[in-house]
């Protein structure tokens, strides 16, 4: 008699009145043993071990004695090549005693084994999530930290360890320039530390070639941004991203860097021009970011006119605003200078930023008026388009961010 029960499956249909059997088998020893613990959570029960090795498993009630027989012993059958149940005692008829909220038995194995398909089918499942239906099942509860941790144990049980993703890195990039042919890749390495024959990444650039051919039928409007990627080694993700005629998000380049540097985004922008978006008279929207601006109006760039245009982010504009000034009374004042329709209103919110305090100005003397106020750029696309399609690299990178499978 196999065993017929779904002790490892953690279907909430399974029938908690069932028992075990003389005569039930089981698979391997880790099965026997996660088939008692599965057993003694949802009975509310404790036990002890009285003998455990490769040919059997002996356990009974931790109250056993006259109170409660509850016994199994559990031994290998040589020519079933199984365990097997031999003498079973049950169930309990103990007073059961009160265990915590976090019982000890409720443990990551258990945990595991009922949460592996849910993750499986979602990485982006929430903690939260994962905490109700086991407690929905077993009807305890076990803390944030054990699920966070258990959680990052199936992830890497089905994508592989942190190591082992990191060396598959270069093959799967390999692998994507067979199996679609065009995807253009840019893999730069560097030697550890210390060491003359072990490398690590520093730079990857690539681009599918559907997103190249895609952005030739869109808007000739891009958003760069980055997000700080979670994880063991943290690393940055750079995107440049464009919007259909739909209003789609069309994410066009990607490139992951260890931190966001002039030579990072000098790497980023110079093969995303070369090879996704070498048409002229692109229009780059982006924030105030030093290394961002820097490169793209570097000496021999080709992000400055008459080859593309730039335009400040209002959105990202105002944030790095109020991280700087620490003001957020004059918030409205800057956007409302930003959106002027004309140089008399323009001058006029620029007049009363200048009275609250004359180092704003200053700040904003830095940049072109023809990239921070709409009245005084012909060719600028309408202050709406430039939020939406900024506000989609923002609504993207924070999508990339919650579907990163860390917890």
């Keep these: 008699?196999?065993?017929?029960?779904?002790?490892?499956?953690?279907?909430?249909?399974?029938?908690?009145?069932?028992?075990?059997?003389?005569?039930?088998?089981?698979?391997?020893?880790?099965?026997?043993?996660?088939?008692?613990?599965?057993?003694s959570i949802r009975r509310a029960a404790e036990y002890k071990i009285v003998e455990s090795d490769h040919l059997g498993y002996n356990t009974q009630c931790i109250q056993f004695g006259p109170g409660c027989n509850w016994s199994i012993l559990i031994s290998y059958r040589r020519k079933q090549e199984k365990l097997e149940v031999r003498r079973y005692t049950g169930p309990h008829t103990c007073m059961h005693t009160s265990m915590g909220q976090d019982y000890r038995r409720l443990d990551s194995k258990v945990i595991v084994q009922h949460i592996f398909t849910m993750v499986k089918a979602d990485p982006t499942i929430s903690i939260r999530v994962l905490q109700e239906g086991v407690e929905n099942h077993f009807g305890y509860k076990a803390s944030y930290r054990k699920f966070w941790l258990t959680k990052q144990r199936v992830i890497a049980r089905i994508y592989g360890d942190w190591e082992e993703s990191y060396n598959e890195l270069p093959h799967w990039l390999f692998a994507m320039q067979i199996y679609l042919l065009s995807t253009w890749v840019q893999l730069v390495t560097q030697f550890w530390p210390g060491s003359a024959d072990t490398v690590m990444l520093h730079h990857v650039f690539w681009t599918f070639p559907l997103c190249v051919e895609a952005f030739k039928h869109c808007k000739p409007l891009i958003s760069t941004d980055g997000t700080h990627l979670y994880g063991k080694y943290g690393w940055t993700l750079l995107m440049a991203i464009a919007r259909d005629g739909n209003a789609n998000i069309l994410p066009i380049a990607f490139t992951i860097v260890e931190v966001e540097t002039k030579e990072a985004w000098s790497f980023f922008l110079l093969y995303q021009r070369q090879h996704v978006t070498p048409q002229s008279g692109v229009l780059v929207i982006l924030d105030k970011h030093k290394y961002i601006d820097g490169e793209l109006n570097a000496e021999e760039s080709l992000w400055k006119p008459p080859y593309a245009f730039q335009e400040f982010c209002t959105k990202h504009f105002v944030a790095n605003f109020i991280t700087h000034f620490k003001n957020k009374d004059l918030k409205k004042v800057l956007i409302n200078a930003a959106y002027s329709k004309s140089q008399r209103e323009f001058a006029y919110y620029f007049g009363r930023l200048r009275d609250k305090n004359v180092a704003i100005t200053n700040w904003l003397e830095e940049m072109p008026q023809s990239q921070l106020a709409q009245y005084a750029d012909e060719s600028r696309p309408p202050s709406d388009v430039i939020q939406r399609v900024s506000g989609t690299s923002s609504l993207c990178v924070r999508v990339l961010k919650e579907t990163q499978p860390s917890g």
């Design 1 to 39: 008699m196999t065993s017929n029960w779904s002790f490892t499956q953690g279907d909430p249909k399974e029938d908690p009145s069932n028992e075990f059997e003389v005569g039930q088998q089981f698979n391997n020893k880790k099965e026997v043993m996660l088939a008692v613990k599965q057993y």
